[in-house]
C-alpha cells in the first residue's frame, strides 16, 4: 500500500493537545482553515480511566469513541467541519498497551476492566507477561527485548505479534477510518517491533498517514531509522538541538541543520520545537521562552527540513495538571490565551504557516550567517527569512534574496489579509535586495504568498 505522507503544500499540522471536538471544530473553521494549517493531530479519542491529569487518555479502557474530549457524535462532527474547512485529521493512537491502574476500575463511558481484563476486547493471554525486573517493567531501555515486550510504567502491555490483537487494534483504527480520520500517531511505536505496526497498516481499508514516535535514545538498540518504511517517525533530537543552539550556541550552526546532525532523512521526519511529553520533561524551548520560542518556531517553518508540528499547549504549573476541565473532568471549550496557550495563533507562528505553504519545494539559497546569532538564507524563489538572535539590532544594511521584486508584507510583523498588510512592508527591487533593520531576538520574513 503506497505511503500516504501529507501531500499538496498544505503540510504543517497543529498538535491541539487535550481540546476538545467542538473546540478543534471551531479551530479548523476560523483558525486552521484560513491560516493554512494542512493537519489537526488530536489527542486520543477512545475510552480511558477516569482522573484528572491528562495523561489518562493514554490508558485505554475500550475503543468506544467516547472520551473526556467528548462523544462519537462529537467526533465524527469534528472530522466533518474540518474537512469542510481543508483541515485533515490525525489520531493519537495508543495500541501498545491498555491501562496500567493495578486495580482495575470503571472507564470514562462506564466499561468495568482489570489490568489484563478488558472485557469484550481483551483477557490476559492478550499481554506480555515478559518476566522481567520483578514487576515486569521496562527498566533496561539497552535491551530490546525488554522494552517491546515488558511494561512501559505498568501500562499492560499488548502482544501485538498476535493475530487477535491485530485484528482488534485494526478494527479500532478502522473505525475511525470509517469516521474520516486522515493519519495516525502510532504512541509508543518504540515499544512495538516495526513489524508490527507494518501488520497493523497492512490490515487498514485505506492508506493513512503514519507518524511514529521512536525517540532516538543515544546507543539503544531500538533506532528510529528501524520504522521508516511504515512511514513517518519523529526526530526527537530536532527540538533538542534547537533549543541547545537557541540558548547557548549560536543560530550560525543551523547552516545545515537535518541529516548532517545525525537527524532521519528528511522526508521521513517529522519535527517539533517541543511536543506534550518535551514541554514536560525539559530541554527543549517552550511557550514559557516567549519570543525565542517563537523564533524557534519561525525557523523551523521556514527551513526544508521534515514535517513540522506546531505545539499548542494548555498552561500548566506541574507535570501531571490535566486541562482546564468541569467537576466531572469534562474537558472545557477552549478560550485562547486563558488557561490555554494557543501558540499556533501566535501571529508570528501563524503567518510563518503560510511562508511554510508558500515556499514549498524550493530549496535554501543565499545562506547568510555573521558566524554568531545572525543567519538569514532564501527559499530559492519564494521567500526569506533573515533572523537576529543578537543581543543588538542590525541596521544599515541589505539583504540579497533572489526573490522578484515587489512589495512584501513582513509577516514577522504584520499580517496579509486580502491583498493587504497591517505591519511593516519591505520593497525588493530589481535585482532582488532589499534593505531593513532587524531589532535584537527578532526577525524579518517574506514571501510570494504575501507580495502586495
Ligand atoms: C507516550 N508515547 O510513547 C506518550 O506520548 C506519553 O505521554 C505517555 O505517557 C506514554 N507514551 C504512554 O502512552 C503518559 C504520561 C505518564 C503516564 C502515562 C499513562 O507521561 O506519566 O503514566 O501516560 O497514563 C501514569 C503515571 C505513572 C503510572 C502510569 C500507569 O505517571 O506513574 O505508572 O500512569 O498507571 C505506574
Ligand atoms: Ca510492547
Redesign the pocket.
Known amino acids: 500500500r503506497a505511503a500516504a505522507a501529507p501531500s499538496g503544500t498544505r503540510k504543517v499540522i497543529v498538535q491541539l493537545f487535550e481540546w476538545n471536538w467542538p473546540s478543534v471544530a471551531a479551530e479548523c473553521q476560523s483558525t486552521l482553515g484560513p491560516k493554512g494549517y494542512g493537519y489537526v493531530q488530536v489527542s486520543p479519542p477512545q475510552e480511558h ?1 477516569r482522573g484528572p ?7 485505554p479502557v475500550s475503543y468506544r469513541i467516547e472520551s473526556r474530549k467528548g462523544t462519537r457524535a462529537q467526533f465524527q462532527s469534528m472530522v466533518n467541519t474540518c474537512h469542510a474547512a481543508g483541515v485533515k485529521v490525525i489520531v ?1 493512537a ?1 495500541v ?2 491498555m ?4 486495580g482495575g476500575g470503571t472507564g470514562w463511558a462506564g466499561s468495568t476492566y482489570g489490568h489484563y481484563d478488558y472485557p469484550g476486547t481483551y483477557q490476559t493471554q492478550d499481554f506480555h507477561h515478559c518476566g522481567r525486573n520483578g514487576n515486569d ?1 521496562i527498566v533496561n531501555y539497552n535491551d530490546r527485548y525488554e522494552v517491546q515486550n515488558c511494561e ?4 499492560a502491555d499488548l502482544r501485538t505479534e498476535s493475530d487477535y490483537v491485530r485484528g482488534r487494534l485494526a478494527a479500532y483504527l478502522n473505525d475511525l477510518l470509517s469516521l474520516g480520520v486522515d493519519g495516525f500517531r502510532m ?5 512495538m517491533p516495526a513489524a508490527d505496526i507494518a501488520a497493523l497498516k497492512s490490515r487498514l481499508s485505506r492508506p493513512a498517514y503514519l507518524v511514529q ?1 521512536v ?1 532516538h535514545g543515544a546507543g539503544e538498540p531500538i533506532q528510529p531509522g528501524e520504522y521508516t518504511g511504515n512511514g513517518d517517525v519523529h526526530e526527537f533530537r530536532y527540538g533538542k538541538d534547537l533549543a541547545r543552539v537557541f540558548r547557548s550556541e549560536r543560530l550560525a550552526y543551523l547552516r545545515n541543520f537535518g541529516e548532517a546532525w545525525g537527524h532521519l532523512p528528511s522526508g521521513s521526519a517529522a519535527v517539533f520545537v517541543d ?3 518535551t514541554q ?1 520533561d525539559g530541554g527543549v524551548l517552550t511557550y514559557r521562552d516567549r519570543g525565542i520560542y517563537a523564533l524557534a518556531n519561525a525557523f523551523m517553518l521556514a527551513w526544508p527540513y521534515g514535517s513540522p508540528t506546531v505545539m499548542s499547549s494548555y498552561t500548566f504549573a506541574s ?2 495538571q490535566g486541562p482546564p476541565s468541569d467537576g466531572g473532568n469534562r474537558t472545557l471549550n477552549t478560550t485562547c490565551y486563558s488557561g490555554w496557550e494557543c501558540e499556533h495563533r501566535w501571529p508570528v507562528i501563524a503567518n510563518m504557516v503560510g511562508f511554510r505553504n508558500a515556499t514549498e519545494g524550493a530549496g535554501v539559497a543565499n545562506w547568510y550567517d555573521n558566524g554568531n546569532n545572525h543567519i538569514a538564507f532564501s527559499r530559492a524563489g519564494k521567500g526569506y527569512l533573515t533572523l537576529n538572535d543578537e543581543d543588538n539590532a542590525i541596521t544599515g544594511r541589505s539583504y540579497y534574496t533572489g526573490l522578484p521584486a515587489g512589495r512584501y508584507c513582513d509577516v514577522i510583523h504584520g499580517t496579509y489579509a486580502n491583498g493587504a498588510c497591517n505591519g511593516p512592508v519591505v520593497t525588493v527591487d530589481g535585482n532582488g535586495w532589499f534593505a531593513a533593520d532587524v531589532p535584537a531576538h527578532d526577525a524579518v520574513a517574506i514571501h510570494l504568498g504575501a507580495r502586495l
Request: aromatic share 8%; glycine share 2%; no cysteine.
Open positions: 480511566v491529569q491528562w495523561w489518562v487518555a493514554y490508558q493519537d495508543v501498545n498497551h491501562s496500567g491502574q493495578d517493567d512501559l510504567v505498568n501500562l504512541d509508543a511505536s518504540k515499544h514516535e525517540i511536543n506534550h511529553d514536560r507535570r501531571d
